[in-house]
């Protein structure tokens, strides 16, 4: 049995990051960029109109000045007006200033009398309701780093920097398979022993919300030569996860096919609660990892050591999960040699533990929003600070 952080430091050397691609923006929600990208040019590109009004010289705006009315300016067009003391320019939200205006008076502070307009702000700065060009964003500033993800708002800055294509790591693909004789499939009737199959649609579903392609999933009874042929198809993909058969009963059959299709095992049984069996190895590039068959151990053995590979293959930068600080509202004592890893409800700051905190237990799981990393030995008393990791 090796360490947890030994275990995460042998995977990690063991992933070769795919290759980069060109996608365009539309293809590129939650993939990571590939290079770092700076501002060709600023935000907003010139100076516009923060409202619909009046664009007039501040200066000549006292309350209740009556201001001449000598064009209109809508967005879209350039109409490079130009403006006096005494003058206004009737303006739209996102259209240019003319030049020599300063200012811009909203709609709602203003009285149309025909071509002259009655100001009734009690005072005008200088810069009101202008959108000064680079205010935001100034060319040469990184919009970009290498490995970032490209998240929904990241992707209408490259938009708005006239971007619609982007460099990031491919997408890796992965094959699901599934084992055990006493698995049904949900929506078939169950046998007597039967349980139905739930790790499939899990596993399937923190592969998908970690970017990664769910290319193939199968269920595979406990038959070695059925288990052999399916392995030798799903290893084409960049990697393979197993569910089940890898502790150490006669029908724990996943060590021997892996050795069979002549597959290098790494690592098997690490020291975490829940997910002990755990197992890692790889056939050439694709990298192999086999889940213990309990769905609570399934899923934080996918969090704890699946995910940040995919992460670390697909270009990503940080591979941890997000975190939020939390008190605790009970005494969490640890397990006496592994770290344990406890689900529960982070709410308003403060965590509780809930379930049954058994690697069977998938009613408390799906209750649970984090999980707290409790370290072996430790006796965390009621309303210690604590760092959850969140889930969700
Ligand atoms: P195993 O790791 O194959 O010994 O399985 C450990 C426990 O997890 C057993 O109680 C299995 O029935 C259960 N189990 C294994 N695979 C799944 C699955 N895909 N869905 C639900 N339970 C499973
Ligand atoms: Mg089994």
Redesign the pocket.
Known sequence: MIGEEEAREKIRSAVVPLPETEVSLGDALDRFAATALLATFPLPPFDNSAMDGYAIVAKSAGKNARLKIVGEQPAGISKDFSLSKGEAVRIFTGAPMPIGGDAVVMQEETLREGDFVLIQAEKVSVGEFVRKAGGDLAVGQQILKRGDRLRPATLGLLASQGIGSVRVGAQARVAII???D??AAPGQSLRPGE??????PMLASLATKTGVDVAMRRHCPDNFETLCTTLRDAVHQDAVIL?????V?EH?LVREALREIGAEIDLWHVAVKPGK?FLFGKRDRCLIFGL????VSAFVTFLVFVRPAFLQMMGAIDPSLPRANARLTHEIVGDETRPHYFRGALADGVFTAIGRQES?AIFGLARANGLLRVRPEARLSAGSEVEVLLID
């Open positions: 599934t084992t055990g006493e698995l349980i139905f199959e739930s790790n499939g569910s089940g058969g890898v502790s009963g724990d069996p213990p068959g309990n769905p069977h």
